[in-house]
């Protein structure tokens, strides 16, 4: 997506494009997730998507900030979950947890 021209739809900045790669490595290395739906947001944003039933959850990632919305396909409520754009430990923690992924193992809980 970062190699696309800038002018093309589906062109998103490369820092975006790094920064979703290595969170997606986390996720895929330790937790047990399906893989999401990868979409672009506006040139500067990669947002991954995920379905469960009749909640869709929306993962936006940003050279900026991260966060996770979550939205009731059938009632069209709303719910954002802000993540603070530290790429410490404790910031990854949060986001994990708010999204629900289960460890892959016992090392990979504290």
Not at 38 to 44: H, Y
Not at 74 to 103: F, N, T, W
């Amino acid at each position: 997506m970062s190699a696309l021209p800038p002018d093309h739809d589906f062109h998103v900045d490369p820092s975006s494009i790094t920064r979703a790669s290595e969170f997606l490595a986390v996720l895929a290395e330790n937790f047990d997730i399906d893989p999401p739906k990868v979409l672009p947001q506006d040139g500067e944003a990669v947002v991954f998507t995920w379905d469960y039933g009749t909640l869709k959850r929306y993962l936006t990632i940003d050279p900026e900030q991260v966060d996770v919305m979550d939205l009731n396909k059938s009632l069209k409520v709303r719910c954002v979950h802000e993540i603070m754009s530290d790429q410490d430990a404790e910031a990854y923690a949060k986001l994990v947890g708010v999204i629900g992924a289960k460890p892959i193992s016992a090392t990979t809980t504290d």
